[in-house]
């Protein structure tokens, strides 16, 4: 028997129709998601090469051709918010991929270490939070690392998910009490906030890992192209000076098992997580970046050291994500009661913090000193005030709302005889939680020797406020420290009842 031409060609055609597969869109999209609203929105994904593709989103419908690669990108134009649940689709060659219940507004990223992974199912207000939690318009982008990090070699299994495409997973879900609970509980409550106080759609996109060092949310370019991370490239990293011992330690137990073999990828590999928890979502422009990081980094007390890699994530992710003056909210870290060396630190790690908040714009640290464990415990579990005191930033200084977010905060200092006069800003009615004397003030002379301080409220004015601080050990002070210690019990608050922020008179002149 023998086949016509014209057969096997219509064989052909209809075999390559079974076979051609519908667009699909890349990861950061997905059912239930929130565009940001009034800006360009790329939405990108992947198709038979060389094809037409049609994207549709409410009045939308707009046209690409898929590359030699498959790879497609159209641009949807400024969408006002919208609560209304829409669809999403691609199509190529009639066959269609479709994301439903899409809202359009804000969107934020929250990421960090172990404090932003910690759980909502975790704090000290689960139980009511967690049944509270329904809300159509929040949003919720849970990534889940798929590899642990705890103190035990690696199996087979978890070698495997230390790649870049296969280590976090997740998706889009609407908020409830399903979908919150096992959400960063300081990206919820921060979204929350801002959904109360913008009365808008609001997505949150959590991509965390615990123990993580800053280096590892570094991209791999930037870290390439800057002699001065020389040790973090290839497999020098294990050795380098600028990532602490206890998560070069950590690291080389887990890949024990396979570290004859050179240098396994592992979570903690400079530039690990930015490739596999970050990049993939920079094409979608976000409104800004809430940040609690720095336990890892905060063993090694080197103020200029740790503030120049805090600089570098920030603008190198600003311009990942090409805005280069994208909001980074940044959670200071807390008091704990742990007596231990890679704890000393943490007073000098705060005041870097505080540092970069202040000379790079758009960048704010929330005090949260008042907030940490009371014993040696890393992981607090009141993460709902830390959330809602980040959202009230981003609230007052991202959006313009008039919604208290500033603590007491150093101004000026000035000797006075036998006395040291500090002068706060934000300082309205300034007052102690106890009814007591302020705690936590210490002064030095001379010999730079620091004595508790007595503390005095001696002028209250408008927003200002001045402590004088004497001690009979300090007979002509010239300078003054508060809360300067890795453990404190601070008392200090203003007229919101936000904490006073720690501070030292004789830090050393911040570099820009």
């Known amino acids: 028997?023998?086949?016509?031409?014209?057969?096997?060609?219509?064989?052909?055609?209809?075999?390559?129709?079974?076979?051609?597969?519908?667009?699909?869109?890349?990861?950061?999209?997905?059912?239930?998601?929130?565009?940001?609203?009034?800006k360009n929105v790329p939405?990108?994904?992947?198709?038979?090469?060389?094809?037409?593709?049609?994207?549709?989103?409410?009045?939308?419908?707009?046209?690409?051709?898929?590359?030699?690669?498959?790879?497609?990108?159209?641009?949807?134009?400024?969408?006002?918010?919208?609560?209304?649940?829409?669809?999403?689709?691609?199509?190529?060659?009639?066959?269609?991929?479709?994301?439903?219940?899409?809202?359009?507004?804000?969107?934020?990223?929250?990421?960090?270490?172990?404090?932003?992974?910690?759980?909502?199912?975790?704090?000290?207000?689960?139980?009511?939070?967690i049944a509270a939690s329904a809300d159509e318009q929040l949003r919720l982008f849970n990534n889940v690392p798929q590899a642990h990090t705890n103190n035990a070699p690696y199996s087979d299994k978890d070698f495997?998910?230390?790649?870049?495409?296969?280590?976090?997973?997740?998706?889009?879900?609407?908020?409830?009490?399903?979908?919150?609970?096992?959400?960063?509980?300081?990206?919820?409550?921060?979204?929350k906030k801002l959904r109360e106080g913008l009365g808008i759609p609001v997505g949150i996109i959590h991509s965390s890992l615990g123990g993580s060092e800053i280096a590892a949310w570094i991209p791999r370019q930037v870290i390439n192209a800057n002699n001065s991370f020389r040790t973090l490239r290839g497999n020098h990293w294990l050795d380098s000076p600028l990532i602490s011992d206890w998560v070069r330690g950590r690291a080389r137990k887990n890949i024990s098992p396979r570290l004859d073999q050179g240098s396994p990828d592992h979570p903690y590999k400079p530039a690990f997580l930015y490739e596999s928890g970050i990049a993939w979502m920079t094409a979608l422009p976000i409104t800004g970046v809430i940040w609690y990081q720095g336990e890892s980094d905060a063993e090694i007390i080197d103020n200029e050291q740790n503030g120049m890699l805090l600089k570098t994530m920030i603008s190198s992710w600003r311009k990942a994500f090409r805005n280069p003056e994208m909001p980074f909210v940044m959670i200071q870290l807390p008091r704990i009661n742990d007596p231990s060396k890679i704890r000393a630190g943490w007073p000098e790690f705060r005041e870097?913090?505080?540092?970069?908040?202040?000379?790079?714009?758009?960048?704010?640290?929330?005090?949260?000193?008042?907030?940490?464990?009371?014993?040696?415990?890393?992981?607090?579990?009141?993460?709902?005030?830390?959330?809602?005191?980040?959202?009230?930033?981003?609230?007052?200084?991202?959006?313009?709302?008039?919604?208290?977010?500033?603590?007491?905060?150093?101004?000026?200092?000035?000797?006075?005889?036998?006395?040291?006069?500090?002068?706060?800003?934000?300082?309205?009615?300034?007052?102690?939680?106890?009814?007591?004397?302020?705690?936590?003030?210490?002064?030095?002379?001379?010999?730079?020797?620091?004595?508790?301080?007595?503390?005095?409220?001696?002028?209250?004015?408008?927003?200002?406020?001045?402590?004088?601080?004497?001690?009979?050990?300090?007979?002509?002070p010239k300078h003054a420290r508060y809360c300067w210690n890795r453990f404190v019990t601070p008392n200090l608050v203003n007229d919101d009842q936000l904490p006073a922020r720690p501070f030292r008179t004789d830090a050393p002149t911040p570099k820009k």
């Open 43 to 129: 939405v990108s994904g992947t198709a038979d090469p060389n094809k037409e593709v049609t994207v549709t989103f409410g009045s939308s419908s707009l046209k690409t051709k898929a590359d030699s690669k498959g790879k497609w990108s159209v641009t949807l134009p400024p969408m006002k918010p919208s609560a209304e649940g829409q669809t999403l689709t691609a199509t190529q060659n009639g066959d269609s991929s479709k994301l439903d219940d899409v809202l359009v507004g804000e969107v934020w990223l929250a990421s960090g270490q172990s404090n932003m992974l910690f759980r909502l199912n975790q704090t000290s207000t689960a139980k009511e939070d």
């Open 352 to 476: 870097m913090q505080d540092t970069v908040a202040k000379t790079v714009p758009q960048v704010y640290s929330i005090n949260t000193i008042d907030l940490g464990s009371t014993n040696a415990d890393v992981h607090p579990p009141f993460k709902r005030p830390v959330g809602e005191r980040a959202g009230n930033t981003a609230l007052n200084k991202v959006y313009g709302k008039k919604v208290p977010c500033e603590g007491p905060s150093f101004k000026a200092f000035k000797p006075s005889g036998s006395a040291l006069l500090i002068q706060l800003e934000h300082a309205k009615d300034l007052t102690t939680t106890d009814g007591k004397e302020p705690a936590q003030f210490e002064i030095a002379g001379a010999d730079g020797a620091y004595h508790p301080a007595t503390a005095e409220i001696t002028n209250r004015k408008g927003s200002t406020a001045v402590i004088r601080l004497t001690s009979p050990e300090v007979k002509s």
């Open 160 to 191: 495997d998910a230390v790649t870049t495409d296969k280590f976090y997973k997740g998706q889009w879900a609407v908020s409830s009490p399903a979908a919150s609970g096992p959400m960063a509980a300081v990206g919820y409550y921060f979204g």
């Open 1 to 38: 028997m023998h086949l016509h031409t014209p057969c096997i060609l219509a064989a052909a055609i209809a075999l390559n129709a079974a076979w051609a597969a519908a667009p699909q869109f890349d990861r950061v999209f997905g059912s239930h998601m929130v565009l940001p609203h009034g």
